[in-house]
């Protein structure tokens, strides 16, 4: 369980809190495409179904997600972003989702696409690298 004093996820150095924590709760959406990743990335570490699904654009949204309870989402490493500022409406970015699993531990490269619609930045796809 993470408690707003735990430490972030998405490994910024902020406690959860401070970092993700008020995008989850939906008091702070997340200001930048590379936010958005982080906390999406803080998600999947916390099994936040509800939050994944509220930040997936609504053209490649699932209709329902289920998170593989074997798999725990131990670190994010940021290789790169193109755009995705608070003045854009597109970014992309680049990452390493680390993880580990009864069956030993793995990681995933993407490259995710992002889009800010009415203020708000949604996850529109992956290409896993």
């Not at 995008?23 to 998600?43: I, V």
């Not at 570490?45 to 699904?53: C, F, S, T």
């Not at 053209?59 to 131990?74: G, M, N």
């Not at 290789?79 to 608070?86: H, N, T, Y």
């Amino acid at each position: 369980m993470i408690t707003p004093d735990s430490r972030c996820p998405c490994l910024s150095g902020l406690p959860f809190g401070e970092c993700c924590g008020p995008a989850h709760s939906g008091h702070s959406p997340a200001s930048t495409a590379e936010r958005l990743m982080r906390s999406r990335f803080s998600a999947f570490a916390v099994g936040d179904v509800n939050y994944l699904l509220a930040t997936w654009h609504p053209s490649t949204r699932p209709v329902e997600l289920a998170l593989d309870a074997d798999i725990r989402w131990t670190r994010l490493d940021i290789l790169g972003r193109s755009r995705g500022g608070m003045l854009d409406t597109e970014g992309t970015v680049e990452f390493i989702a680390h993880f580990r699993s009864e069956s030993g531990s793995g990681s995933q490269h993407e490259i995710s696409r992002f889009v800010r619609e009415s203020g708000a930045w949604s996850y529109v796809a992956g290409v896993v690298e």
